[in-house]
């Protein structure tokens, strides 16, 4: 049973469409994020909700809007897509204090053309 | 300069090598300190937690910090064809409330049967 799963996992789609990742987690967990991994697989915080409030938000894009409808779900809308926004987007929950770290989600791969 | 810095490798051993992947950071806030290891395609996975300085190990793995030199360590021994992932080390200033990571670029190894 997937404790944090992402839908979809691959996204193909031209410049200028918008398009939404899905994620959920069956932990528990109070706390979700979003992170983008560049090609070069650096690992960049976007967002992070505890218990649907929006707690961290880096500076990201305007045309990025996370949405989080109850704890367990955190959604990521991006608007207006550009070349540049091409990588994998990675969600993760985490319970607790920072010891305990997060677990992430296999990623949704985004390719834009 | 990133805030975390690591050699992006690849770094190639024979089987059986003990392997040493290392963090260097220019925060001296940080105090949380992770490791994880990502397989191709594949989400992190959290391998190692410590706190503040000293040592920590778990099995074949041994974790290092040195906050005098702001300098952290992955020792891996008998290393296993199985153990080729990318490897990030990760820090967090605070450990409850609102905190987040922040990520190395990850170095990638390959272990050689």
């Known amino acids: 049973d997937t404790a944090v799963s992402q839908t979809p996992k691959y996204l193909v789609t031209q410049m200028g469409n918008d398009k939404s990742i899905k994620c959920e987690q069956n932990l528990g967990h109070d706390t979700m994020y979003w992170y983008k991994q560049d090609s070069k697989k650096f690992l960049k915080i976007m967002f992070s909700?505890?218990?649907?409030?929006?707690?961290i938000n880096e500076t990201v894009p305007n045309r990025f809007s996370p949405k989080s409808p109850d704890k367990a779900h955190l959604n990521l809308h991006i608007n207006s897509l550009e070349l540049g926004d091409s990588a994998v987007y990675f969600c993760?929950?985490?319970?607790?204090?920072?010891?305990?770290?997060?677990?992430f989600g296999s990623g949704t791969r985004l390719t834009v053309v | 300069q990133k805030e975390v810095e690591q050699d992006p490798g690849p770094l190639s051993v024979p089987e059986g090598a003990i392997v040493s992947l290392n963090c260097t950071y220019s925060n001296s806030a940080f105090q949380y300190f992770m490791w994880y290891r990502q397989y191709s395609r594949k989400g992190p996975e959290l391998l190692m937690y410590t706190y503040s300085s000293g040592n920590k190990e778990d099995g074949r793995f041994t974790a290092q910090v040195d906050k005098s030199s702001k300098y952290i360590s992955l020792f891996i021994r008998d290393s296993q064809p199985s153990d080729s992932a990318t490897y990030l080390c990760?820090?967090?200033?605070?450990?409850?409330?609102?905190?987040?990571?922040?990520f190395g670029t990850g170095t990638r190894l390959k272990v050689l049967a």
């Open positions: 990760a820090m967090s200033e605070q450990g409850s409330g609102t905190y987040k990571y922040i």
């Open positions: 993760a929950s985490s319970q607790g204090g920072a010891s305990y770290g997060y677990t």
């Open positions: 909700y505890n218990n649907k409030e929006l707690i």
